[in-house]
């Protein structure tokens, strides 16, 4: 298993283009999750995913799409990036279960800087 | 509103010394309270995890330690090692991952 797979892991961008960032899982989890990570922020949650066709806003979604197609895959659409979106990205999965489980798995991250 | 307080944000501590991480929660709805350890350039995993309900838990060197009425639970790392430096978060949550508050990350180095 590869357990959670990000691309790229490296990425530059001029304001106001648009990108995707790649989550793709091999673990069949029903629950996905974007993060952002910045220095003495902690992780913020940005949208996450219950299931296929189901998505939901996290903490700060602003600037930010997502959809879930497949239970494998959920992209991270950025349509126009701004400077306040450099961070490094992190995807994470888990399963649900019962008791509920609270053990997500994540990506390598993305290092995005926009200039 | 930060829901889970960690601290210290960065941390130096001795080979062979204990390091101690705290936090402090405010919502007493959360029934979850896990640690997450990450190395530079990877993501965080999961290390030690506790529920209210027991006051102790230890897996190898890592224990953590749960104050329920003062809301507060922390990370021992006994006879730390080079190989423990990593940032380590502290998280709570309640009705499932989904719900996760994350602390705002101990950078621990452990010097030789």
């Known amino acids: 298993n590869a357990g959670v797979t990000q691309t790229p892991k490296f990425r530059i961008l001029k304001i106001g283009q648009s990108m995707t960032l790649q989550c793709t899982q091999d673990?069949?989890?029903?629950?996905m999750y974007w993060y952002r990570q910045d220095p003495g922020m902690g992780l913020k949650l940005i949208y996450y995913?219950?299931?296929?066709?189901?998505?939901d806003k996290g903490e700060v979604p602003n600037g930010y799409n997502v959809s879930r197609s497949t239970t494998e895959d959920f992209p991270l659409r950025l349509e126009l990036a701004a400077p306040s979106q450099t961070s490094v990205y992190f995807c994470?999965?888990?399963?649900?279960?019962?008791?509920?489980?609270?053990?997500?798995?994540f990506g390598q991250g993305t290092r995005l800087t926009v200039v | 509103q930060q829901q889970v307080k960690q601290s210290p944000q960065s941390l130096i501590v001795q080979k062979g010394g204990i390091s101690i991480i705290n936090c402090a929660y405010e919502n007493t709805a959360f029934d979850y309270f896990p640690w997450y350890q990450q190395f530079p350039g990877k993501g965080p995993a999961l290390l030690i995890a506790i529920r209210p309900d027991v006051s102790e838990k230890k897996e190898g060197r890592f224990t953590i330690s749960f104050n329920k009425s003062a809301k507060q639970f922390s990370l021992h790392i006994m006879d730390s090692q080079p190989g423990d430096s990593a940032t380590y978060f502290c998280a709570a949550s309640f009705g499932g991952y989904q719900k996760v508050t994350f602390g705002i990350g101990t950078k621990l180095q452990v010097i030789p």
């Open positions: 673990m069949n989890h029903n629950y």
């Open positions: 995913s219950v299931g296929a066709g189901i998505t």
């Open positions: 994470a999965s888990s399963y649900r279960t019962v008791p509920l489980n609270t053990e997500a798995f």
